[in-house]
């Protein structure tokens, strides 16, 4: 295609990953007030961490767990927020694929099939870090909620409380696709085993340093994706240390292969017959 043609094709591909996002968006917004098929409404969920705390921890004006409103209006730019980001994740298929349907042409056969798996997998390793922060965030509220003891109670605002909880689902799902990013730079020979495990203790350290940072200050929540981290950590070297023996086996057979000796085909004594024969035949014949 000509560059306005492609221009032409990455309005349409964003024009419908856009739309999709906006339909889940819709979605998100009227589940966050509604029950859905039996299930708790979204702001059940996500207020659900902070419920999980002492009764003695947290502000109930009204006898129910309740969030604070401080601005006008602060409600409805949550409830949008929220649902939008629900409506990216659960319409996360929909927008991958017109992002890939816009590459695919220009990536060969097995490109394509790698990249397919890698987007996949990727998907699930994001839901997954998503839902152990989900369980990891109410043990961080109620140990950094327990500093004071009886002199304070917990009475966050809808807007910080919100904004930490869809923080600490991002920072998971973002650090569970290490493994996906060591295994694709592998397989790019771009890192090999033998240097990512002489790395190790290195790896380990940073791991934990990072997980200190992106984590709010508590010692459940860092350790919890610390030691995830490192559990990730050596299943991608497995795996790197297979694609490695792989490659190492495919060069030793090319290695050993005499590009001088003759075919199958060409010492076969049918084929030399057959060959004889039509040399004689031309001879003649000439």
Same mark, same amino acid.
């Given at each position: 295609?000509?560059?306005?043609?492609?221009?032409?094709?990455?309005?349409?591909?964003?024009?419908?990953?856009?739309?999709?996002?906006?339909?889940?968006?819709?979605?998100?917004?009227?589940?966050?007030?509604?029950?859905?098929?039996?299930?708790?409404? %979204?702001?059940? @969920?996500?207020? /659900?961490?902070?419920?999980? !705390? $002492?009764?003695? =921890?947290?502000?109930?004006?009204?006898?129910?767990?309740?969030?604070?409103?401080?601005?006008?209006?602060?409600?409805?730019?949550?409830?949008?927020?929220?649902?939008?980001?629900?409506?990216?994740?659960?319409?996360?298929?929909?927008?991958?694929?017109?992002?890939?349907?816009?590459?695919?042409?220009?990536?060969?056969?097995?490109?394509?099939?790698?990249?397919?798996?890698?987007?996949?997998?990727?998907?699930?390793?994001?839901?997954?870090?998503?839902?152990?922060?989900?369980?990891?965030?109410?043990?961080?509220?109620?140990?950094?909620?327990?500093?004071?003891?009886?002199?304070?109670?917990?009475?966050?605002?809808?807007?910080?409380?919100?904004?930490?909880?869809? %923080?600490?689902? @991002?920072?998971? /799902?973002?650090?569970?696709? !290490? $493994?996906?990013? =060591?295994?694709?730079?592998?397989?790019?020979?771009?890192?090999?085993?033998?240097?990512?495990?002489?790395?190790?203790?290195?790896?380990?350290?940073?791991?934990?340093?990072?997980?200190?940072?992106?984590?709010?200050?508590?010692?459940?929540?860092?350790?919890?994706?610390?030691?995830?981290?490192?559990?990730?950590?050596?299943?991608?070297?497995?795996?790197?240390?297979?694609?490695?023996?792989?490659?190492?086996?495919?060069?030793?057979?090319?290695?050993?292969?005499?590009?001088?000796?003759?075919?199958?085909?060409?010492?076969?004594?049918?084929?030399?017959?057959?060959?004889?024969?039509?040399?004689?035949?031309?001879?003649?014949?000439?």
């Amino acid at each position: 295609m000509s560059l306005v043609e492609h221009l032409y094709e990455l309005r349409y591909r964003l024009g419908v990953a856009l739309l999709a996002v906006v339909i889940g968006g819709i979605f998100g917004f009227w589940w966050f007030s509604h029950r859905l098929f039996g299930l708790p409404s %979204l702001g059940d @969920l996500m207020t /659900g961490p902070y419920c999980a !705390l $002492p009764d003695t =921890m947290r502000l109930e004006p009204n006898g129910e767990c309740q969030l604070m409103q401080t601005r006008p209006f602060e409600v409805f730019l949550l409830q949008l927020k929220v649902g939008f980001s629900l409506g990216a994740v659960l319409l996360s298929p929909v927008w991958l694929y017109q992002f890939w349907a816009f590459i695919a042409p220009g990536l060969h056969k097995g490109e394509r099939v790698f990249a397919r798996v890698f987007v996949g997998i990727g998907s699930v390793l994001f839901a997954v870090g998503a839902v152990l922060a989900y369980f990891v965030v109410p043990k961080g509220l109620t140990f950094m909620a327990g500093f004071g003891g009886d002199q304070f109670f917990t009475a966050l605002t809808g807007g910080e409380y919100i904004n930490f909880v869809l %923080l600490m689902l @991002l920072f998971f /799902g973002i650090s569970f696709e !290490l $493994p996906l990013v =060591m295994v694709m730079l592998n397989r790019a020979d771009v890192v090999s085993y033998a240097k990512l495990r002489s790395w190790w203790r290195g790896s380990v350290f940073a791991l934990f340093i990072f997980a200190a940072v992106v984590t709010p200050q508590d010692p459940i929540s860092m350790l919890v994706l610390g030691l995830s981290l490192c559990v990730l950590y050596g299943i991608a070297l497995l795996i790197c240390r297979a694609q490695d023996r792989s490659k190492e086996r495919r060069r030793a057979a090319e290695q050993t292969e005499d590009p001088d000796q003759p075919s199958e085909v060409d010492t076969r004594p049918s084929a030399l017959h057959t060959t004889g024969g039509s040399a004689g035949g031309d001879d003649e014949a000439t």
